[in-house]
């Protein structure tokens, strides 16, 4: 069983920034990739980025330029660094990683409010 426990949600001012952490219960060489997805209430979830085996990176076009994922394999940790954040960034953040077998985990998720 898969364990992912985000970390690192909060209330930050617009312009502000957060740092979120997705730590796995195993070594994240075992996944095909792993990223973070968004939802706010009443919406559905939303893709927020992706991070591969090969560092390749995927960003939303709302968030391009400010956040930036990344990936610590010692620490089997992966990283949300957001920055400049805005009010419509407030959401439930959820941590997702994907296997070779097409299995797809998800942590419990951790309230980021962007508010003045």
């Known amino acids: 069983q898969v364990q992912l426990v985000e970390s690192g949600g909060g209330l930050v001012q617009p312009g502000g920034s957060l740092r979120l952490s997705c730590a796995a219960s195993?070594?994240?060489?075992?996944?095909?990739?792993m990223g973070w997805y968004r939802q706010a209430p009443g919406k559905q979830r939303d893709l927020v980025t992706t991070?591969?085996?090969?560092?390749?990176?995927n960003y939303a076009d709302s968030v391009k330029g400010r956040f930036t994922i990344a990936r610590d394999n010692a620490k089997n940790t992966v990283y949300l660094q957001m920055n400049s954040l805005k009010p419509e960034d407030t959401a439930v953040y959820y941590c997702?990683?994907?296997?070779?077998?097409?299995?797809?985990?998800w942590g419990q998720g951790t309230q980021v409010t962007v508010s003045s």
């Open positions: 991070i591969t085996g090969g560092d390749t990176t």
């Open positions: 997702n990683a994907w296997d070779s077998f097409e299995r797809s985990f």
């Open positions: 195993r070594s994240i060489f075992s996944f095909n990739g």
